[in-house]
Structures are given as C-alpha cells and as structure tokens.
C-alpha cells in the first residue's frame, strides 16, 4: 500500500462531503498528494472539506483560472470545529502555482524599475526589488530606458509592474523620504499595498546611519558631503531605521530591511523582525579590494601617499567624513587594517567578497525568524555570481539555501546563463542543419 498514490480526493465520499458552494474553491486543491498515514488519520476524523476566507479573498484578488492555486501561495490545512477540514493559502514565494515547490530552494529576484527588462524574467523569479535611484535614475529620467518618455511618474511605473508581474512575486519597493512624518510614511506604504495586493507588497526600510531629518539636506545640496562620521552619530538616528521597521510591522506591513554593508549590523537588524535582510556585495568588495592594495604598496614601501590617496579615498566613500580630510595619517593606516582584517580579503572566508553573505546566513540559521529571508544584492563583474553560485554549494551552507534570494539587473542574471561554448556548438549545429558538408 506503501506506493499507493493518495490525495485529499481520495477522502470525498459518502461519509466526507465538500461544503455546499465551496466546490469550485476545493477543486482547486483536491490533487494534493498525501501520506498513506495522513490519509488514514483524516478519514477518521474528517466530515466535510472547505476552504478558509483568504483561500477565497486569494483567488478573487489575482483573478485565477479555474482549477487552479497561484504561485507564491502554500496550500495548507487546518482541522476546525465539527470535523471540518479547511484548505488555506499561505503566502510563501517558495511555491509555483498549484501548490507545487519552485525548482529551487533559493529564489532569484529581478533589482529593476524597467518594465521592459522585467518581461522576459517575470516568469522565473520570486521577488523585484526597486529603490528610488533605480526608478528615477536608471528608468524614469534615462530616455534610453524610458523609451518615448512613456513613463512620467513612480505610480505610473509601479503600476505597470504590478500588472506585469503575477501572483508568485513579492514586490519590495523603498520608501521616497524616510524621514517623512510617520502619517505619511503609512499613506504611502498603504497606497502601494493597494496597487500590489497585501499579498506582494514589502516595503522597504533603509538603515539611516548617522543622517537624520536635520542634516539630510547636507546630502543633497554642495558638496554633497555629511560632516558627521559614519560612526559618530546620535544613538537615536542609528536606530532609526529598526524603529520605524517596527511600527509599520505593527500596522501589518513585511519589511525589506535595507542598505546592510556590514556583517556587524546584522544582528541588530534581526531585532527589528525583518522579512527580508540583505548582503550588499559589489562597493563593498570594490572598496576592500582597493583599500587592500594601496596597503600592501605602503607596507612594502612605507611611502606617506599611498596613506595620503586611501585618506581622499575614503573620504569619497564616506568611511571618513568631509571634515577627516587632514586626518592624520596613523588613523588612515588603523582603519584600513582593521577593514581588510574583519572582512577577511586575504583569507578564504572572504578573498571572494562573501564574508558577509557567509556570515548573515550563519546568524539567520541562528535566529528565530523562521520566515525571514536574506536577499544577496549588488553584483555585478565577471566573478561575484559565479562565486556566490559556489557559495551555495558548500556543505555549510546546504540547509541554508532555501533562505537566499539573489537579487540583480535582470541583463546581469541573463548573461550568467550563456558561456561560450554556446556559441561553438550553435555554430556547429546550426551550419549542419543548414546543409554544410
């Protein structure tokens, strides 16, 4: 009996019955497979199947064809009163559509406000990540993204997506100001979750640093420039960002928390009860890789201007402030040996860049976030995929895949699909299908 295929419609009978005018909704669910033990279980207990509120409110909300369940939705069950069996949707975008798990554990997700670059990927990914530099920099004011200027606005843009987009995918979208009332804030995430469905929406919350309402402005007129140190702000702008995480969890909303560079945020970020962190790759293996070789050139020619290049260096990249300019030399070497030392550039645990990929996952594993999931973001160049797609083969990290969700340009993730080679054999094929001798 052991290979014996069962299902929840193997159940229906005489003594099991659907609840009159759910029909239709169960139907939907009926084909899942079940254990030979559950099968007996439930044949003992169950007098009627149904299905929950949010199983309706779902299939209503994406429109879904009949007989089937969407993608990004679980089919579980619930045992209730009177020996009913009810059939529920849960949201986990680890599931295609009629209940059925991705091919994956991990998840890839598309970093981009372009509908035209989400179309061909829509189908194979399970979250779209966007911020405001992507839709106003790289889509809305780029006319050679936004062909025709078709596109004036971020609802206009937004909207697009959404229809582009189904059921399967998350969508996390940032907030424009987060230092804006916190009235506000929620008026705007509230418009979003009405475009995307409670179901997709995430909003966005970024870690603030030092910058506040106050000095925010200092970012965005001059030089551009914070005179307070990345380190040297106050307690309360650090913990902005967890804050107002927080409440707008309070208010029912899943947050992408933002703009983690560093290993050591991580475990802060988690109080803030995320459903999403993330491991920003690109600038920060760029900057190590920098700050790492103008180093070695002072420690082999102990020669001030390399101390005096990686001070304008890390001026420009904010690991100093506009007011470390002259800082003294010694300091310039402290930091840049305790960088490379913590992010481990000249050990296997980090000379690919991923020592914070590593790290998050460990104290992910550790957390008791069950649903949480870290998103893996900026990358880019010829080595950061193909690494972190040797990252997640690793012994250490196997029970940890179905956690990550790689997020980048959709161009970035369609190139590491091809190799060269391809082009060999569609040159051979190709000629031999054309005739050639």
């Not at 209503?60 to 009163?81: L, S, W």
């Not at 996390?172 to 009332?181: G, K, T």
Request: charged residues 25%; negative net charge.
């Amino acid at each position: 009996m052991q290979s014996v295929n069962y299902s929840l419609e193997s159940l229906v009978g005489d003594d099991i019955q659907i609840i009159s005018k759910e029909e239709e909704y169960v139907q939907r669910a009926l084909h899942q497979n079940i254990s030979l033990d559950e099968y007996r279980f439930l044949l003992g207990r169950v007098k009627k199947i149904g299905v929950s509120d949010r199983f309706k409110d779902v299939i209503h909300t994406f429109n879904v064809p009949k007989g089937e369940t969407p993608a990004g939705f679980e089919i579980r069950y619930n045992m209730k009163e009177c020996q009913i069996l009810e059939i529920d949707l849960v949201r986990n975008i680890s599931y295609d559509k009629n209940g059925q798990k991705r091919a994956t554990k991990f998840i890839y997700s598309a970093d981009t406000a372009n509908p035209y670059e989400l179309k061909p990927i829509k189908n194979l990914i399970g979250n779209l990540t966007c911020n405001p530099g992507i839709i106003y920099d790289l889509f809305i004011n780029n006319p050679e993204a936004n062909i025709g200027n078709q596109f004036k606005t971020r609802d206009e843009v937004m909207g697009e997506i959404s229809s582009i987009l189904g059921p399967g995918s998350d969508i996390s979208v940032e907030l424009n100001d987060p230092f804006a009332d916190f009235s506000q804030i929620l008026e705007e995430a509230e418009h979003f979750r009405e475009m995307f469905s409670d179901y997709r929406m995430v909003i966005k919350v970024p870690h603030t640093g030092p910058v506040n309402a106050g000095n925010v402005n200092e970012l965005l007129t001059g030089d551009k420039r914070l005179h307070t140190r990345w380190n040297q702000g106050a307690t309360a702008d650090y913990l902005y960002g967890h804050n107002l995480a927080l409440k707008l969890k309070d208010h029912g909303f899943r947050v992408n928390y933002t703009l983690m560079f560093e290993p050591w945020q991580t475990g802060m970020a988690l109080q803030a009860k995320p459903y999403f962190i993330n491991s920003f790759v690109r600038q920060r293996m760029g900057v190590t890789t920098y700050i790492n070789g103008m180093l070695t050139a002072y420690t082999k020619t102990y020669d001030d201007r390399f101390l005096e290049g990686l001070r304008a260096f890390m001026v420009q990249w904010d690991i100093l402030s506009k007011d470390d300019q002259n800082v003294d030399l010694r300091m310039v070497e402290k930091i840049a040996r305790e960088t490379v030392e913590y992010r481990k550039i000249n050990e296997k645990e980090g000379f690919d860049g991923m020592d914070g990929v590593r790290h998050n996952l460990r104290m992910l594993r550790n957390s008791n976030l069950e649903d949480t999931r870290l998103i893996i973001c900026s990358i880019e160049g010829s080595r950061m995929y193909p690494e972190l797609d040797k990252l997640m083969t690793e012994p250490e990290f196997q029970d940890m895949t179905d956690r990550i969700v790689i997020t980048t340009e959709p161009s970035y993730l369609a190139q590491n699909t091809s190799a060269p080679q391809i082009v060999t054999y569609q040159r051979r094929f190709m000629n031999a299908a054309n005739g050639e001798q």
